[in-house]
């Protein structure tokens, strides 16, 4: 039950992009088709569902003071919180990079949908901002963590297609010649944003 | 003499010796800057507690004014009972740290159930859960500060609220906060949000705990509210649940100021040793505080 | 790497400020501006415009860690594996803004707690990986430097702009400053707080509330884009 709550929350009150704006470069930059929307918005899924996990533990089992204790009890006052930021950062890079090598070599089709959008995905502020509130919220176990991720990655994911999806439909419309691409986006995306906060202070 | 930079060792080699510079620069510098940090931020502590009694002191001055201002720091468990010999000092409990080291899974998870909070509260780490109290001189009256700690929309907000010595009335509150929104929930750590905790009372006519609630529109005239900023209304329950969930365990200590017993408690207790045992308690403790019952 | 060292050797020496230099400052003012143009750093655009005093401290760190990063990673850009180069760039930067952010807490503290908050969008903040990324790595230290300045003064402006905008419609204040009169309950000077409305609000002015949110934002920055794009029309789009 606490799983379901979790991944809706992530999806609909907390989305990544309409209530807390993280991820706008990548959204707005790759949102021109409803194809290249979906793929990135897969390998979001993909990578958050990954990393959020990954840096769950290092927080737990490495950064937090005391958390090396399993180590040895001496250990036990270490606290090395203040490398949290670095540490985040470099396993999502380390960890985009890895995704990226094994696809390419296991799965050439994939790569071959995926592959340009993963090297983007790592100054994706979502991802760091996945790795951050995960730190934020203190989330009870890994299972929780990885299940925050992927839901993150699916309100990410609902919100590049849904935008797509009407960046495609307006190019047939008269939008005034300087407000055309960008500027429309950037209103609508503003005006989506204001529709989702209607989600806001629902209590699951 | 051309290296291939692309090569897989002289890969291993750059990386190695980035991450080797790099936690060096960085272990260095937090190791070399941290007593300095650690004087920085105890000072701000003690601006902040003056600052909820209302006296405004530069970084500099903080220790030696808390320290003529200061009567005697106690440090309370989860019953709101003083700690004969705490493990550290009150100054010293970070509650901040001890509210994510665990205490807020403990809050979420019993919210609403105050005995289930209190015992695990009390098994908490080794020992239960120790919270700070300061008590400081204000106009010759002895007022009582306890700081506050909570979650807000993006991190942690934390702050200190001051009883007056009638055990009821708040005298001033200064909140402050790690990244909440700018403009929004940020608002919390400015005087006009902090300003109308004055004068607002913790307990109802008929003596019933009340704590003060952070209210969209609906403070005016209220004893118990204060208007919620409007845009941050994420922060503003996050100060209401840290607010009533942390007065609230020191309940017993603000009754006994008024001179009440402490009905509920003994109510709420099972059986009549455990409440006699309570009132034994409560007397010492009036003893221990140098109350006396009036 | 000897190719792109040669071809450095053989350019003849520029002054300081050619025009390609000037260039590498003004046009990320409009021309290629780094949000409305180059779609880069919007997320820090959207979450701290809300007041002015806010978008000035965050323009003041992009723009020393957008020159500083660009610097140090122009000078290595001919020792950087390839295939690491985007783990390297983020270390660069991450370890900068932490450094910088130690060393202001424990010199200057009250500084250091306005800037706490912006570290995470310091690190994340698109404009520095993309700028380290598309120029850094394929230029020399000095051109890069005034990249990231140029940058970094593109960003600020249109940050400066959007919450110009948003603070007085949304607050009715500059710069902290209240320009419409004063609200009820707002604090005084004396320290007491006001119970009557003065200036605009006592005609019955409210402030647009919906402007401090962060969709508001959005559709500043959309407006911008607009008038801008109105004004320079090479910058339409098909």
Same mark, same amino acid.
């Given at each position: ?27 707005? +930059? ?106 934020? &919220? ?20 609902? +919100?590049?297609?849904?935008? !797509? !999806?009407? &960046?495609?439909?307006? &190019? ?33 | ?50 600052? /909820? ?50 205490? /807020? ?124 900023? /409007? ?64 | 790497?000897?190719? @792109? ?18 260039? *590498? $400052? ?33 323009? @003041?760190?992009?723009?020393? #860690? ?21 783990? @390297?760039?983020?270390?660069? #930067? ?5 450094? @910088? ?13 306005? *800037? ?15 700028? *380290? ?12 430097? *005034? ?10 402006? $249109? ?19 209240? #320009? ?59």
């Amino acid at each position: 039950m606490e799983y379901i709550n979790i991944f809706v929350k992530a999806i609909f009150i907390e989305n990544m992009i309409f209530a807390y704006f993280l991820g706008m470069c990548s959204y707005l +930059a790759v949102s021109k088709t409803v194809k290249t929307g979906v793929g990135l918005g897969a390998a979001v899924i993909f990578v958050l569902g990954i990393t959020v996990p990954v840096n769950y533990l290092m927080e737990n089992y490495i950064l937090k003071e005391g958390a090396m204790s399993w180590i040895s009890p001496e250990l036990a006052t270490m606290d090395l919180s203040f490398l949290s930021f670095i540490m985040f950062i470099a396993i999502i890079a380390a960890m985009v990079q890895l995704v990226e090598m094994a696809v390419e070599k296991f799965a050439p089709a994939l790569y071959a949908s995926l592959g340009i959008f993963l090297p983007l995905i790592a100054v994706n502020c979502s991802i760091l901002g996945g790795a951050l509130f995960m730190q934020e &919220r203190q989330y009870a176990n890994i299972g929780e963590a990885t299940v925050f991720g992927l839901g993150s990655g699916v309100g990410w994911f609902l +919100a590049i297609v849904a935008i !797509a !999806a009407i &960046r495609e439909k307006i &190019r047939y419309s008269n939008v005034p010649g300087p407000l055309r691409g960008l500027g429309i986006t950037f209103i609508i995306t503003g005006l989506m944003g204001i529709a989702f906060m209607s989600f806001m202070g629902i209590e699951l | 003499m051309a290296v291939d930079v692309n090569s897989n060792k002289y890969t291993f080699f750059f990386a190695a010796v980035m991450v080797v510079v790099v936690a060096t620069l960085l272990a260095l510098a937090s190791e070399s800057l941290k007593p300095m940090q650690k004087e920085n931020v105890a000072n701000e502590k003690r601006q902040n507690i003056l600052a /909820s009694i209302g006296i405004e002191v530069d970084a500099a001055d903080a220790e030696e004014a808390y320290n003529t201002n200061l009567v005697r720091a106690v440090v309370v468990d989860a019953n709101g009972q003083e700690v004969a010999d705490p493990k550290f000092g009150a100054f010293d409990i970070d509650v901040l740290k001890d509210y994510k080291a665990g205490l /807020s899974n403990i809050y979420k998870k019993n919210a609403g159930d105050m005995d289930g909070m209190k015992s695990a509260l009390l098994a908490f780490g080794d020992g239960g859960v120790n919270y700070p109290m300061f008590v400081l001189k204000k106009d010759g009256e002895e007022v009582y500060v306890v700081p506050v700690v909570g979650t807000g929309l993006w991190g942690p907000i934390w702050g200190y609220l001051t009883i007056s010595s009638d055990g009821k009335t708040v005298i001033g509150a200064v909140f402050d906060h790690k990244s909440e929104t700018p403009g929004l929930g940020a608002e919390i750590n400015q005087a006009s949000f902090q300003k109308p905790f004055e004068g607002k009372s913790i307990f109802d006519e008929s003596g019933e705990y009340t704590g003060i609630k952070v209210m969209k529109g609906g403070a005016k005239g209220s004893e118990h509210g204060v208007d919620a900023i /409007s845009g941050g209304t994420i922060t503003s329950n996050g100060v209401t649940e840290m607010i009533v969930r942390t007065l609230k365990i020191y309940e017993p200590i603000f009754r006994q100021l008024q001179g009440q017993a402490s009905m509920v408690e003994e109510i709420e207790m099972p059986l009549d040793s455990a409440a006699i045992a309570m009132d034994s308690l409560n007397v010492e403790l009036r003893d221990s505080l140098g109350l006396s019952s009036n | 790497m000897s190719e @792109v060292a040669v071809a450095e050797v053989k350019e003849p020496k520029e002054p300081l400020f050619s025009k390609k230099n000037r260039a *590498l $400052i003004s046009n990320p003012m409009d021309d290629d501006n780094p949000i409305t143009v180059q779609v880069l750093g919007i997320c820090s655009a959207l979450a701290i415009t809300v007041q002015m005093k806010q978008a000035v401290v965050m323009t @003041v760190s992009v723009l020393f #860690v957008l020159a500083a990063g660009n610097v140090i990673v122009s000078l290595m850009r001919n020792l950087i594996p390839n295939r690491i180069r985007i783990i @390297v760039q983020l270390v660069i #930067v991450a370890a900068l803004v932490i450094i @910088v952010d130690q060393v202001l807490k424990a010199y200057v503290y009250d500084v250091s707690k306005a *800037l706490s908050v912006f570290v995470g969008l310091i690190i994340t903040n698109c404009i520095i990986m993309g700028r *380290l990324e598309a120029f850094a790595l394929a230029n020399k230290p000095w051109p890069a430097f *005034l990249d990231g300045i140029g940058n970094g003064l593109g960003y600020g402006f $249109i940050l400066i702009v959007v919450s110009f905008f948003r603070e007085l419609l949304g607050s009715g204040k500059i710069w902290g400053f209240p #320009v419409f009169g004063q609200k009820v309950g707002a604090l005084l000077s004396d320290g007491s707080l006001a119970t009557e409305a003065t200036g605009l609000y006592a005609l019955g002015y409210v402030d647009n509330g919906l402007m401090i949110l962060p969709p508001m934002a959005l559709i500043t920055v959309g407006a911008f884009i607009w008038i801008q794009r109105a004004r320079n029309t090479k910058l339409i789009e098909a």
